[in-house]
């Protein structure tokens, strides 16, 4: 009965609950000077490590659990997410080595485009545009430097899941 389900989706799901709740903790201690939005950090290995309907399902999920404590349309995060996410799924075999520069590079990209969605259609209110600007940017650069120095890491951890497991996770062609 188990061997025509895959697990490896299960891996990014509980390394993905284990980044949320680290990084809630993070922002409630800075919340009122930045605040990390780093969507990327959830997408990423997802979508360069699993096929595609495992990587749906993995980054729909987290995105569904991402969307349930936010004031939005429901779905419009779980669409931008799975938009995104098969961007990245589609070049992933250029990802192949896994060097930081590279991670860091598709980390930041994918990151700043979800940004600019949110920042598009997820308006906040603000004193003015002006003050809206800055702090979104203070953010967005806030969040990049973040994705640098974890994006690496946040890779690495569920695939030691799965190793542990016996279960093998790489970059490869889908079957």
């Not at 969605?117 to 990049?144: E, H, M, N």
């Not at 890491?153 to 695939?159: A, D, G, K, M, V």
Request: proline share 5%.
């Amino acid at each position: 009965m188990f061997k025509y389900i895959d697990f490896k989706p299960i891996f990014f799901i509980f390394a993905n609950i284990v980044f949320a709740h680290i990084l809630s903790e993070l922002n409630s201690e800075v919340a009122p000077y930045i605040y990390f939005v780093v969507p990327a950090l959830f997408i990423v290995p997802s979508a360069l490590l699993l096929n595609f309907l495992p990587m749906l399902f993995s980054v729909a999920f987290t995105a569904f659990f991402f969307e349930s404590s936010t004031p939005v349309r429901a779905g419009s995060t779980v669409a931008m997410w799975l938009f995104v996410a098969y961007i990245v799924h589609t070049i992933r075999h250029r990802f192949i080595v896994l060097d930081w520069f590279s991670l860091s590079a598709l980390y930041i990209l994918t990151n700043f485009v979800l940004l600019v969605l949110y920042f598009i259609f997820f308006p906040k209110q603000a004193d003015s545009v002006g003050s809206y600007i800055v702090r979104t940017a203070t953010d967005t650069l806030c969040s990049s430097a973040l994705l640098m120095v974890v994006g690496k890491f946040c890779i690495t951890i569920p695939i030691l899941l799965a190793n542990l497991c016996g279960i093998e996770l790489s970059i490869r062609e889908e079957k």
